[in-house]
T-cell receptor
Framework: AQTVTQSQPEMSVQEAETVTLSCTYDTSESDYYLFWYKQPPSRQMILVIRQEAYKQQNATENRFSVNFQKAAKSFSLKISDSQLGDAAMYFC?????????FGAGTRLTVKP | ETGVTQTPRHLVMGMTNKKSLKCEQH?????MYWYKQSAKKPLELMFV???????ENNSVPSRFSPECPNSSHLFLHLHTLQPEDSALYLC???????????????FGSGTRLTVV
């Protein structure tokens, strides 16, 4: 079964600084999708960014970007110019032809 | 409004009670999911429904019983739960099981369940 590992249970960043959240995954598939979801205190999971495995170019969404290393099965999330509203749980997720698998999450704290 | 609505938001129940969680979506999605979220653990997929038919049951105890009467509604019936079942239960939907892999899922805000 595919597994998703987030090795950082908690991270902290100063407002306006940059932080990188780590994610690795295990799969034997070549065609799949990767996602980062944000879960604020409201508990609703919000899609932040997605990456298609067949695309070599790293996805970018405003202040959010990923570093996708397919051979290393690594998919980290970089948040630039961190804002107080970025404080949340962040989940990395993997999806192929089956269902979606999630990591255990990283709790991000943003210090003013 | 996220498009996926879950009720109730909070639920406290005794081990002998029977209760139900409700999930509703009007996004025109054909697949719906129940996940269990416990602290410091990956989200656990419980059930998958596609076009109102259950397509996956991940070894979930029978004290959890799902129901999908139509493509817009999903229920999770609970009975004789244990304290370790206390968790956040998330519902999600997607356009289809596999066609829209690129789009991910749309989630509700969950039901915080406490079993006493």
């Amino acid at each position: 079964a595919q597994t998703v590992t987030q090795s950082q249970p908690e991270m902290s960043v100063q407002e306006a600084e940059t932080v990188t959240l780590s994610c690795t995954y295990d799969t034997s598939e070549s065609d799949y999708y990767l996602f980062w979801y944000k879960q604020p205190p409201s508990r609703q999971m919000i899609l932040v960014i997605r990456q298609e495995a067949y695309k070599q170019q790293n996805a970018t969404e405003n202040r959010f970007s990923v570093n996708f290393q397919k051979a290393a099965k690594s998919f980290s999330l970089k948040i630039s110019d961190s804002q107080l509203g970025d404080a949340a749980m962040y989940f990395c997720a993997y999806r192929d032809n089956n269902d979606m698998r999630f990591g255990a999450g990283t709790r991000l704290t943003v210090k003013p | 409004e996220t498009g996926v609505t879950q009720t109730p938001r909070h639920l406290v129940m005794g081990m002998t009670n029977k209760k139900s969680l409700k999930c509703e979506q009007h996004l025109g999605h054909n697949a719906m999911y129940w996940y269990k979220q416990s602290a410091k653990k990956p989200l656990e997929l419980m059930f998958v429904y596609s076009l109102e038919e259950r397509v996956e049951n991940n070894s979930v105890p029978s004290r959890f019983s799902p129901e999908c009467p139509n493509s817009s509604h999903l229920f999770l019936h609970l009975h004789t739960l244990q304290p370790e079942d206390s968790a956040l239960y998330l519902c999600a939907s997607s356009e289809s099981l596999s066609r829209d892999r690129v789009n991910g899922y749309t989630f509700g805000s969950g039901t915080r369940l406490t079993v006493v």
